[in-house]
């Protein structure tokens, strides 16, 4: 069964830094879209970024422009969330989703994403 596993969250102060990697289980990945989302406790899980499958095009949240950059190594299939300048707001479970093959479109939407992983939690103290 193909899996998305999460990895780089933690415990971190406002104004630290963080960098999530998502890496697949298998490579078919390379053709695929990735996005990060995150869930809050009682709250929807939302869109964070996403990427195109050729790392040419990205997408981000309004919430977390300027403080975090989505990119991607299709050589070692992971995609990577650099997250900068961590507010407490931004406290959350972070889970990173495929959508695609070949899919040109950066969609925002959970249910346009096929793949997803367990999530890692990011808490971010004040």
């Known amino acids: 069964q193909v899996q998305l596993v999460e990895s780089g969250g933690g415990l971190v102060q406002a104004g630290g830094s963080l960098r999530l990697s998502c890496a697949p289980s298998?490579?078919?990945?390379?053709?695929?879209?990735m996005g990060w989302f995150r869930q809050a406790p009682g709250k929807e899980r939302e869109f964070v970024a996403a990427i195109s499958w050729g790392g040419g095009r990205t997408s981000y949240a309004d919430s977390v422009k300027g403080r975090f950059t989505i990119s991607r190594d299709n050589a070692k299939t992971t995609t990577y969330l650099q997250m900068n300048s961590l507010k407490p707001e931004d406290t959350a479970v972070y889970y990173c989703a495929a959508d695609g093959p070949w899919n040109s479109v950066l969609h925002t939407t959970i249910n346009d994403y096929d793949y997803w992983g367990q999530g890692t939690q990011v808490t971010v103290s004040s």
């Open positions: 298998e490579r078919i990945f390379n053709t695929y879209a």
